[in-house]
């Protein structure tokens, strides 16, 4: 009787916690501690067992991930993150943040030093050689940062002058993308490895502009909105995915299975209007996730 009572009552806290949903989750064979079980040997366990997990994001993105005064970074990346951390059974105090600029998200998905990303991190064919992406759970697009007053950049093309500076990001996909559009690679792109220092160029009058994905973009114009303001329109298509280990397809299905979920079911949504949603950003239509 008492057990029937226990189980009514973990079946109900399994429905509140959305858990219906990941049910493929293989939950009920493993030997994972906490709340949740999971499969044997699959990194949901590995994880759920040590109650901590190291996430990689972004500290210099308004809206998606930017560390502040609390000392941890908050953003749109931050929340999908804490979305899948929970779905794992780990408290939300157990996170390690570590800080992952464009360049080095692969390697510290290869090496270990994460156990996945969610930093603006763009699915591509090139990066999916080296590592696999749940999502994509956005899509943004590459866009310009001028100053508010410049009337003389308007697209991508306004670099064809063959004198404007541009500043964009090691390795990240604007930076291979606007070089199809400047004149002259050398002298007119510039740079840096995190976009704060391009944000900072533009302001102090060393670069004419800065590119990357819209929304990053945007959360700079939200903070500086008397410096800033983007110029034209999107001209490329970024959808955003959750970096794992490549080889790692029983975690990267957990995390497309959770996605999808919250997509649905309004924590997704609530992520959104919480963060990057206050910044004149658009969410649109929740993307299909791609199960390659
Ligand atoms: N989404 C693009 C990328 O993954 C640009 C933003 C970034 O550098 O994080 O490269």
């Not at 939950?27 to 997990?53: H, N, P, V």
């Not at 400047?182 to 740079?191: E, G, R, Y």
Request: with cysteine.
């Amino acid at each position: 009787m008492r057990m029937k009572r226990m189980a009514a009552v973990a079946a109900a806290a399994a429905l509140a916690l959305g858990m219906t949903a990941c049910g493929d989750n293989k939950g009920d064979e493993g030997t994972g501690s906490g709340s949740k079980s999971f499969a044997a040997g699959s990194t949901m366990e590995r994880l759920s067992k040590a109650q901590k997990i190291k996430v990689g994001t972004k500290f210099d993105q308004p809206g998606f991930g930017l560390k502040g005064l609390s000392g941890k970074p908050e953003g749109f990346d931050v929340e999908v993150a804490k979305i899948i951390v929970k779905e794992l059974g780990i408290p939300e105090d157990k996170i390690e943040y570590v800080e992952t600029p464009s360049k080095v998200r692969e390697d510290k998905i290869v090496d270990g030093s994460v156990d996945l990303v969610a930093a603006t991190y763009t699915i591509n064919d090139k990066r999916k050689e080296r590592i696999a992406f749940a999502g994509p759970y956005y899509e943004a697009g590459q866009n310009i940062l001028v100053k508010k007053d410049d009337t003389t950049i308007t697209g991508p093309d306004s670099f064809q002058d063959g004198t404007k500076k541009v500043c964009s990001v090691t390795g990240s996909t604007p930076a291979e993308e606007i070089k199809k559009h400047v004149k002259d690679v050398a002298t007119q792109l510039v740079l840096f490895d995190t976009y704060d220092k391009c944000r900072d160029a533009l302001k102090g009058g060393q670069v004419d502009a800065v590119t990357t994905d819209n929304v990053i973009l945007l959360g700079y114009v939200a903070k500086d909105e008397a410096s800033f303001k983007l110029a034209g329109e999107n001209f490329t298509k970024e959808p955003y995915g959750i970096g794992v280990k490549k080889e790692d397809t029983d975690f990267r299905n957990f995390i497309n299975d959770v996605l999808e979920k919250a997509m649905q079911d309004g924590r997704w949504k609530k992520a959104w209007d919480d963060t990057a949603g206050k910044f004149g950003a658009q969410l649109g239509t929740a993307p299909t996730i791609n199960r390659y």
